[in-house]
């Protein structure tokens, strides 16, 4: 047996959308997951909800634990609070799969399906999301201006906003073949996303037009949308985008579990649809499959119920037929997660990564981060998730640590 002893939750102020949960057993094995955002909420629901009943449960009965985590809660289709504190400890409870059988966690899925999987870059910054309010724009929506500047060389929402040419040129430089921007955010604000005037489209248009210039197709180009728009407005983006030809528009609708209106875009438009991150369980998605209404789907494994959700979504996206690519906007546990997910699933297309992020603060919190080479993630060697707290994490003066076990209860 493998007995949970402890369960331990850290969140830093200095990085408030980010909460991870370390699980220790009786056999001294340590599990790290992660989850992100609402993180006091997350917090409470583990400590005061989940761990009085997984305090002594066995650790390898990840898929009892899960179905116990996920299906009594009301709201269970959503990225809920529950869903996402369930999603955190399944991450970890596969850490220690890993770990107890000295493999890395995509074996313990089943082995690889390929031997890397393609990596694309989100033109975020340093600052992105880093509100911890979910009601809150910050700086992933807003303007850029003639004031802000850039605070390093992956400063790339600033970037995209300024020339997007140059930016498609730094990337493929560093063995990036695909980018991922969101020039008509700030827009949808004037109208609360209810439509788009011919000047702004313009405007949203032109770091296309500036990439297809500089480096013509050299490059794939996606268009984030952040769930911000009606119907007839996110339509008339999507016809707008089909010249140049991107890959994918991703979450363009303020409500992206209406799988009526989505499919309907979707076939009133020859610009792919992506989604979405933004939806949680099997279920969901299986609907969204069996409706027509994505041509590739995202999963964020730390909203959709964690690694047995996610590769329940994953086979189901296999038998329709449909890519996914794994979310990762949010920390580096779900990095990991995620690319162990994408390099097991034979429907595994391209993992998301931010280099600002890779850059930074990812490193400051794990010890490893994944290699990538030539624009590609490669298989991790090390086992569970490959991912390890830096020991001066819990040291922090901005450390919130919470634990409950046999002795803390």
């Not at 248009?205 to 480096?215: E, G, N, S, T, Y």
């Not at 991703?250 to 409500?255: Q, V, Y």
């Not at 991912?387 to 901005?398: G, M, S, Y």
Request: aromatic share 8%; glycine share 8%; hydrophobic share 40%.
């Amino acid at each position: 047996m493998s007995i949970i002893t402890n369960v331990r939750t850290i969140r830093l102020e200095q990085f408030p959308n980010s909460i991870w949960v370390e699980i220790e057993t009786d056999e001294n094995l340590t599990g790290l997951g992660e989850a992100w955002r609402g993180t006091a909420a997350i917090e409470t629901i583990i400590h005061h909800d989940i761990c009085p009943w997984l305090i002594g449960q066995d650790s390898r009965n990840i898929e009892l634990i899960s179905r116990t985590l996920l299906t009594p809660y009301v709201g269970f289709h959503s990225a809920s609070a529950e869903v996402r504190a369930a999603s955190a400890i399944d991450i970890a409870l596969w850490d220690l799969a890993g770990k107890r059988h000295g493999i890395p966690v995509y074996e313990a899925l089943g082995g690889a399906s390929r031997s890397s999987i393609q990596v694309y870059n989100t033109c975020s910054g340093y600052s992105f999301n880093a509100s911890s309010s979910a009601y809150n724009s910050g700086s992933s929506r807003r303007m850029i201006t003639d004031k802000d500047e850039m605070r390093g060389p992956y400063d790339d929402q600033v970037a995209f906003n300024r020339d997007a040419g140059a930016l498609a040129k730094s990337l493929l430089s560093e063995g990036y073949k695909i980018m991922k921007i969101w020039p008509f955010d700030p827009f949808a604000a004037k109208t609360q996303g209810n439509w788009i005037s011919a000047t702004d489209l313009e405007a949203g248009l032109k770091p296309f037009q500036q990439i297809r210039d500089a480096v013509g197709n050299q490059i794939e180009v996606m268009c984030e949308m952040h769930s911000l728009w009606s119907a007839p407005a996110a339509l008339r983006i999507c016809k707008a985008l089909e010249p140049y030809d991107i890959f994918w528009a991703e979450d363009p609708l303020c409500k992206m579990d209406d799988i009526q209106q989505i499919k309907e875009l979707r076939h009133k438009t020859r610009t792919p649809i992506c989604g979405s991150e933004t939806l949680a369980g099997a279920v969901t998605f299986r609907q969204m499959f069996a409706a027509g209404a994505f041509d590739y789907a995202m999963l964020d494994l730390g909203w959709c119920g964690g690694l047995t959700e996610g590769r329940k979504i994953a086979a189901l996206a296999e038998s329709y037929n449909i890519p996914i690519a794994p979310h990762d906007c949010t920390g580096p546990v779900l990095l990991w997660a995620g690319l162990h997910l994408g390099l097991n699933s034979p429907a595994g297309l391209f993992q998301e990564v931010v280099r600002a992020n890779l850059a930074t603060w990812y490193q400051d919190i794990v010890e490893a981060l994944p290699v990538i080479e030539d624009g590609h993630a490669k298989l991790p060697t090390a086992p569970g998730i490959g991912a390890v707290l830096r020991p001066e994490v819990k040291k922090r003066a901005d450390a919130i640590i919470r634990e409950t076990g046999a002795s803390h209860s």
